[in-house]
């Protein structure tokens, strides 16, 4: 097949990481795949380059001219759109140049903006010009449903996979390499390093994850606590903001903003926990990555979480936006090894046997022969 992914943005981020897998496995089974993006620093370009596309590209926002999309939608048998921006673009060409018959909608997230009436309204047309829309969760399909005026008949709900190799092979480093990786970070090997891998957005809430933490770390007093915020803010003012939040509540050297990292999974295996104080989550790339890597997941009983997060098996869930309950969440982790030890083990065996690769590439290449084969395709 000859597919064409579009995308808003090749920052790193969730749907993007999760794009890079699909690339990826595309082209090993043989599929030539081309990749368009529509803004950001393209920090991931050479990453899908190295995967197998042949091509990846930045086009105009409008859909006509020198750079835009619908020059290169001839090419391909397949069109996947992804997040919002993308799909309303990719849709528009696609219904200037007669292509609709190929289009695919990727649905990563709950879009909260699908809630104000006007923008729901607008969706809703172009939510009917793709053949079909592939969602990442349960909640999204409902979500997009109710808000986006996708029809039940057109959604195919596959969930995120990744490959649990790397994360394993860095548990296997040795407790001194661990060690000088926390140390990088300011941490020392008895801390109960807590490890929070998002975007600075207002989706993610690190205020009231801050506030927890040091809500916390008074609580728990003898207990000495870290926490690592690795990711950034490419199109706002996110971190900035963040960075004062913790300078205000005095937490000095506990708190440690590391940028984004492409070493996720040996930053995983340095640390005891995983926390997110999400206030609405599609699913959450990061949580796989975090049980893969054997760790207790602390976040919020928001959207797809408890799809993925098994509450009181494989993490502890509260409600969001509660700091009392965050709290009280990262004290009883900070306390308990073996609560930590069983809610981990507990989230690797969940990862293998629910949240495969091999099974997200094969569903998403079953949805494209699907469209391929009705009938006007």
């Not at 391909?76 to 190929?102: F, P, Y």
């Not at 923008?119 to 829309?133: M, W, Y």
């Not at 970070?185 to 506030?211: E, N, T, W």
């Not at 206030?279 to 997941?297: I, N, R, T």
Request: hydrophobic residues 45%; negative net charge.
């Amino acid at each position: 097949m000859r597919i064409l992914h579009v995308i808003t943005t090749l920052d790193v981020g969730g749907a993007e990481m999760h794009l890079l897998s699909q690339v990826r496995g595309q082209c090993a089974r043989g599929h030539q795949v081309r990749v368009c993006y529509l803004k950001g620093e393209a920090r991931l370009a050479e990453d899908f380059r190295t995967a197998g596309a042949d091509d990846v590209a930045r086009v105009a926002w409008l859909p006509w001219g020198g750079r835009s999309l619908a020059g290169r939608l001839d090419w391909a048998e397949v069109i996947h759109s992804h997040l919002l921006k993308a799909d309303g673009l990719t849709a528009l060409s696609a219904l200037l140049r007669g292509a609709c018959s190929h289009l695919i909608s990727g649905k990563h997230n709950d879009e909260q903006v699908l809630r104000r009436p006007l923008v729901s309204f607008f969706h809703g047309l172009i939510a009917r010009l793709p053949r079909r829309t592939i969602v990442l969760s349960d909640h999204v399909g409902r979500f997009f449903g109710e808000h986006g005026g996708v029809a039940e008949d057109g959604l195919r709900r596959i969930y995120y996979g990744i490959d649990p190799t790397p994360f394993a092979a860095a548990r296997e480093a040795s407790a001194a390499e661990r060690d000088a990786l926390r140390a990088s970070f300011g941490f020392g090997p008895d801390d109960v390093l807590f490890v929070c891998v998002a975007r600075f957005a207002p989706q993610k809430a690190h205020d009231v994850l801050l506030d927890a933490f040091a809500a916390a770390s008074r609580e728990v007093g003898a207990v000495p606590m870290g926490l690592l915020l690795v990711g950034d803010d490419p199109f706002g003012d996110g971190r900035e903001r963040a960075e004062r939040r913790a300078r205000d509540l005095d937490l000095g050297g506990r708190v440690h903003f590391a940028g984004i990292r492409r070493d996720v999974p040996a930053i995983c295996a340095a640390s005891d926990a995983f926390v997110m104080s999400s206030l609405w989550e599609g699913l959450g790339l990061v949580f796989l990555e975090a049980m893969a890597s054997g760790l207790p997941v602390l976040s919020t009983r928001v959207s797809a979480i408890p799809e993925v997060v098994d509450e009181g098996v494989t993490g502890l869930l509260v409600a969001p936006g509660d700091t009392s309950s965050l709290a009280l969440g990262l004290s009883d982790l900070a306390r308990d090894p073996e609560l930590r030890r069983t809610l981990g083990e507990a989230g690797r065996s969940r990862v293998r046997s629910r949240f495969g690769l091999e099974r997200m590439v094969e569903e998403t290449l079953a949805v494209y022969r699907e469209v391929l084969e009705a009938p006007g395709a």
